[in-house]
């Protein structure tokens, strides 16, 4: 199993940065893949951005294309998504999500098994 624990979130006001973090532990070298995802009240979860570990590869949602970078400290296990001139669209609970696929990654949901409890992101106008 894999175990994600996110943190980071915060109250910024628009045009703000926030970095979250997600740091995993547990068996680590069966997740090939992080993906950050968010959901709004209301509205349905959405894929954020993902990497693809063993590739490389990253992608990112249109709406955060510019202003979002994921990245990723192997020495500490630890996932980052850096969120730069935030906008009152982008509050939402954020959620890391581990997959084992290594080459490539998805904004589908059912692709990961392991997810982390969330961390609060409001931008406020």
């Known amino acids: 199993q894999v175990q994600l624990v996110e943190s980071g979130g915060g109250s910024v006001q628009t045009g703000g940065s926030l970095r979250l973090s997600c740091a995993a532990s547990?068996?680590?070298?069966?997740?090939?893949?992080i993906g950050w995802f968010r959901q709004a009240p209301g509205k349905e979860r959405e894929g954020v951005t993902c990497i693809a570990f063993r590739s490389g590869n990253t992608y990112y949602a249109d709406s955060v294309k510019g202003r979002f970078t994921i990245s990723r400290d192997n020495a500490k296990n630890t996932l980052y998504l850096q969120m730069n001139s935030l906008k009152p669209e982008d509050t939402a609970m954020y959620y890391c999500a581990s997959a084992a696929a290594r080459y490539y990654c998805s904004f589908n949901g059912y692709d990961y098994n392991y997810w982390g409890q969330g961390t609060q992101v409001t931008v406020s106008s």
């Open positions: 547990g068996d680590t070298s069966s997740s090939g893949t």
